[in-house]
């Protein structure tokens, strides 16, 4: 849900999903595929100099799966969301956050 102070934030990650869903839908036609992908955290050196070890493992505890994400996690979907594996998938917001959701 919305965050206080995060406004911006959450409106750009709307304007995202409502931009994939319609160029999937005007793009679809000519054969062309349009998902997104949402990650949760993910073990970044950016977001290790962002925050201290406590907080992030404190945010790892309100993970389900335990930890924080990896960029090869992150890279996998991209590239399954690439392959002739996904063909069908058009509209999409792929959710990766081991589990930890939150409203866009």
């Given at each position: 849900g919305g965050r206080p102070t995060l406004g911006h934030y959450g409106a750009a990650k709307a304007c995202v999903v409502a931009l994939t869903r319609t160029a999937a839908r005007e793009l679809g036609?000519?054969?062309?595929?349009?998902?997104?992908?949402?990650?949760?955290?993910?073990?970044?050196?950016?977001?290790?100099?962002?925050?201290?070890?406590?907080?992030?493992?404190?945010?790892?505890?309100?993970?389900?799966?335990?930890?924080?994400?990896?960029?090869?996690?992150?890279?996998?979907?991209?590239?399954?969301?690439?392959?002739?594996?996904?063909?069908?998938v058009n509209g999409a917001v792929l959710d990766i956050h081991g589990g930890r959701m939150e409203s866009v």
């Open positions: 036609p000519h054969g062309v595929t349009v998902n997104a992908v949402s990650p949760g955290y993910v073990d970044t050196e950016r977001l290790g100099s962002t925050l201290p070890r406590e907080r992030l493992d404190a945010l790892a505890k309100q993970i389900p799966v335990g930890r924080i994400g990896t960029p090869a996690e992150i890279a996998a979907a991209v590239v399954f969301l690439t392959s002739d594996g996904a063909a069908f």
